[in-house]
Nanobody, 118 residues
Framework: QVQLVESGGGLVQPGGSLRLSCVAS??????????VRWYRQAPGKERELVAG????????TYVDSVKGRFTISRDNAKNTVYLQMNSLKPEDTAVYYC?????????WGQGTQVTVSS
């Protein structure tokens, strides 16, 4: 099955930046065929869709709270999707997960912790 591995999380001060990576492997079809989304789960809150990018990379969406601060992108040659996070706020603290979808199949990574604190 498709394997997704997130990395790039850590501790950062408010206003700082991080870049998360999601590397895909063991997929049957080309990576460019998969739509990919970033979700986050904060303590005491429901899982939230943060950003998404379509299989061809033309359609990109963000939740309102991160617009202008986060950027999702993909490098299909490296089988990788990125989430660049700038101007981080304490409320961005969460475990971030990537999710890849092709037709009726969906795959999840293990998550990476992002903590924004002084």
């Amino acid at each position: 099955q498709v394997q997704l591995v997130e990395s790039g999380g850590g501790l950062v001060q408010p206003g700082g930046s991080l870049r998360l990576s999601c590397v895909a492997s063991r997929f049957t079809f080309t990576f460019s065929s998969y739509a990919v989304r970033w979700y986050r789960q904060a303590p005491g809150k429901e899982r939230e869709l943060v950003a998404g990018i379509s299989n061809v990379g033309r359609i990109i969406t963000y939740v309102d709270s991160v617009k202008g601060r986060f950027t999702i992108s993909r490098d299909n040659a490296k089988n990788t999707v990125y989430l660049q996070m700038n101007s981080l706020k304490p409320e961005d603290t969460a475990v971030y997960y990537c999710n890849a979808v092709l037709y009726a199949s969906a795959y999840w990574g293990q998550g990476t912790q992002v903590t924004v604190s002084s």
